[in-house]
């Protein structure tokens, strides 16, 4: 696997966008219903996991980019990066979230607001790496 200089400044960039709008939509958006779902981990336990979270988002962030990069395209980046968002959300987003609400406590209803709040998530991300690599 051989990483361009632009791949990992868009491998950085994905990581940093990945912790910080995970963030967002799991610890400000999701919060509270998180809190309030029994037998999730209280917050005190899983800051003692955080190290998990932080490798998944940096092994996110390297693959969300090397794949980009893989399979870039001459087309406008944009309409690119929106595809490419979409994409990963039917492959990792829709699915985890529909599996989890099968194997642990979430609720249907929690499930299809993290599938909502991801998938916008990885949109996001597709775009700024479509920029990035334009």
């Known amino acids: 696997m051989t ?9 950085v960039v994905m990581f940093i966008m990945a912790w910080a709008l995970s963030f967002v939509v799991h610890g400000l958006l999701l919060g509270a219903d998180y809190a309030a779902t029994p037998g999730m981990r209280p917050p005190a336990e899983a800051q003692t996991l955080m190290h998990y979270l932080i490798l998944a988002q940096a092994l996110f962030g390297i693959a969300f980019a090397w794949v980009y990069v893989q399979g870039k395209e001459d087309k ?7 595809r490419y968002g979409i994409a990963i959300a039917f492959l990792t987003v829709i699915p985890t979230y529909l599996i989890y609400h099968v194997v642990t406590p979430v609720p249907l209803a929690l499930a299809i607001k993290q599938i909502g709040f991801d998938s916008v998530r990885v949109v996001l991300m597709g775009v ?3 920029w990035i690599n334009r």
């Open 3 to 11: 990483m361009s200089r632009k791949c990992i400044v868009s491998a």
């Open 76 to 82: 406008p980046w944009l309409a690119q990066g929106v």
């Open 128 to 130: 700024v790496l479509a």
